[in-house]
């Protein structure tokens, strides 16, 4: 799996953030230097390589996290002394036992050496941590390409508090046998589901039906729409590790040890298409938050579905160039919630994804073990005392709560009575007057 030179150190980790624009809507001519402020990890053109992450309980002292780089993401260079096309990665990992408050429990530097191999597209590498049974776990980590001093980080949380949960599943591709990290597959795809520990006998696949259903406007204190309902069919299947595996109708699969439990491992189906919308009907869902129940009905049912959703666009835009540009921004907002804030459901159901689809990234971000803070840059406030002026800061800040779920570690709500004031129906009214809404900028695209 590895390929290249790997070895622990413990040498000075080296920091720096690059920081970039995003969208012409989302720039900010402010920089504002803040140290725990984490908002460049949902602000794309902020990192310019984005790797994938696992974590894999192998034992009660050993954890792995993994490491995936896309090589269409990494930078080589023949300039070292093989003359060859080299990368050069700084992997580093502080391991901090959330159980007992914030414990730093483990660390691990590993420097990598990875030479360019043209049949490969991804490169996979693995870093042991020390843990210890019954414990909750967040993994901080960074990576720093050496060659182009970028940046990346990543806060993935984990635990061993049972050994029937998705930390003991590892997926492999069924043909070439690679790891999977994203539990979402397609139509035609097989895999192998690997159980760490001893094989067990049987395992059971429990189907649930898709989760179709959106959040409710930030603006109203509703309960949050969730799970409610039980799988369609359970099926048992006999264990075994090359066992071919496809996952062909859409839906959320749970793969337990036993019938009667729910922890497991998740298999989502969200369409072959995922996380791209590249119909009419998968670009008039998301318009959920700006339009009504009735107008995407007639959307959906048009004889037309195409012509309707640019009709859509066209009024709220005014002109055809205007409505591209709306169209462009909307959709790359979509497009990236489904990367950051997929769980069981396509990342833009998600309350998450939501405030990212109508806000825009976020100016700041700050996490906890249990969950994170988004703040909205509002319109400086500007004051003079005599001679002097002052300029201040304010920002709209939305809390969201980690929520414990059998099917996702990336499953967040929104703290709705911390967000009594949203401006959401001036956001939702700005697009529809063809503005991209900024509670700085609101003036502006």
Known sequence: ??????SRRTSPFLTGILILAFLASCTSSRVVIDPKDLSYLYNPTKNVFSPRYNILNISDERSDLSVKFFANQMFFSEANPQGIPLSEMLITAKLYNISAGRILADTAFYNVTIPKDENRQEYVYSVPLRVSPGLEYMAEVKIVDRLRSEVVQAFIPFNTLSYNNRYNFRALGHFNRNPLFNP???????????????PPDSIYISLYKQFTAIPDPPSMILPEKTIDYGPDTIIPLPYSDTLPMNFGQKGIYQVTLERDITEGFTILNLGDTYPELTSPETMIEPLAYLAGPAELDSMLNALRPKAALDNFWINCGGNIERARELIRIYYTRVLYANYYFTSYKEGWRTERGMMYIIYGPPDKVYKT???ESWGYRKPLIRSRWGTRFTVQDDYLFFQFRKKESTFSDNDFYLSRSES???FWAQAVASWRRGIVFRLDNPEEI
């Open 369 to 371: 073990n249990d969950g």
């Open 420 to 422: 009594l004031i949203t």
């Open 184 to 198: 979402v597959v397609k139509q035609n795809e097989f895999l192998n589901l690997v159980y760490i520990k001893s």
């Open 1 to 6: 799996m590895n390929t290249g030179h790997l």
